[in-house]
């Protein structure tokens, strides 16, 4: 299938704009249309490995990335995310429209995606077994993430587990989302690692995103088995602290972070309580992602 980046300037601004352009991210399936320069050169950069077609096709979701009334461009220059035609969101300022465009997809699969139980977590695997890494915002999670995909982890998402109702975990590798000085410490780890555009002053501070690793790509469509359920905390200068966590308190926390728990009602119930059930939950406090990595592959050999 083409890829992204085999597309010439030329195909791709005549695709988003007419409504031709499909992007395939394993299973879910993207009509993506825009005609803002900023947005579609990271698009570009970012998805460049991921699979489209510029011929129409069927589609799960409709999302355009495009200027907003003719009133308000005289003001400044904005884009706005659409969803079938609606906008659920402000606009923001045109050098946002990148980030935009990733919330707005967390937000529409969070919201529409409902044959999987959705899970505030990154999910990444290693020799074979998957590993949610379940936490709230700020705890470090997609930093953690970004790092072990640059080592050599299979990246799923650095945003959302995607439960089965086979529990398996379905890939969804697009683009890390770093922020603040996360963007710095992956760039000075990693300076061959792709990071796109900043995003500054957004409400999230300044925001740019790592390009996932053409292997993961190709891999989206292989779902993981999850074997390790691992809630991560940074905390500045803290010493490596890695504890066993139950199955009963697991749960809890998941519920907390699942976004369509409710909605899924007894199957949610069935499918939280046999991932629990059938894999092991840890904690772990760490400062080091040298230590963190070193610690989640002993688990992942121990205990997975």
Known sequence: MLTLSSCTSEQLHRSLRDGSFRLYLGQLALKVSSDIPEFIAAFRQLYGDHPVT??????????????????????????????????????????????LFEWGLNWAIASFLHHCLIIHSAVVEWQGKGVLLSAVSGSGKSTLSAELSEQGWRLLSDELALLDSDLKLIPLARPVSLKNSSIDIIRQRHPMAVIGPLARDTHKGTVAHLKVSADA??????????????????????????????????????????????????????????????????QIEYSSLDEARDALETLVAEHG
């Open 54 to 99: 510029l011929g129409g096709g069927e589609y799960d979701f409709d999302i355009a990335i495009s200027a907003p009334a003719l009133w308000r461009r005289w003001l400044r220059r904005n884009a706005s995310f659409e969803f079938s035609g609606d906008t659920p969101f402000l606009p923001m300022e045109v050098g946002h429209a990148h980030a």
């Open 217 to 282: 790509v190709g891999h989206n469509l292989v779902p993981a088995v999850p074997k390790l359920i691992v809630f991560p905390k940074w905390v500045e200068n803290a010493p490596l602290r890695v504890e066993p966590v139950g199955a009963g308190q697991a749960a809890l926390r998941l519920i907390d972070q699942a976004f369509n728990y409710s909605i899924l009602g007894a199957e949610g119930f069935r499918r939280l309580v046999a991932l629990v059930r059938t894999t092991e939950a840890w």
